[in-house]
């Protein structure tokens, strides 16, 4: 069993966002968790939010402790205040499930 975040967000600095990515993965590796899928949306046909959505993700982790306990790590939190803040103007969760390991 693996713990999974399904997320949409309006990237707004899609450079800035690449550092975030590329600055976080060795830490998100260390956790056990990984990206799953990956896209940039042209269009969103419907939608349960106001947030604009021009990227969606899956990310995955061993199970949701390790995801809360990723997300509020303090080095986590640096790489997010210096990236993610300025690339990223809205995020919106659109699933948490757990999955079952392929």
Do not use: C, W
Not at 54 to 62: G, K, S, Y
């Amino acid at each position: 069993m693996a713990f999974e975040r399904i997320m949409g967000l309006e990237v707004i600095d899609d450079k800035e966002y690449q550092y975030y990515r590329e600055a976080m993965e060795p830490l998100l590796k260390r956790f056990g968790g990984a990206f799953g899928y990956d896209f940039k949306v042209a269009e969103v046909l419907r939608t349960k939010t106001v947030d604009n959505i021009n990227r969606v993700f899956t990310i995955i982790f061993p199970s949701e402790q390790v995801m809360t306990d990723f997300f509020a790590n303090p080095e986590y939190l640096v790489i997010k205040q210096k990236h993610f803040h300025s690339s990223v103007k809205s995020t919106t969760t659109i699933a948490l499930h757990e999955t079952h390991d392929e």
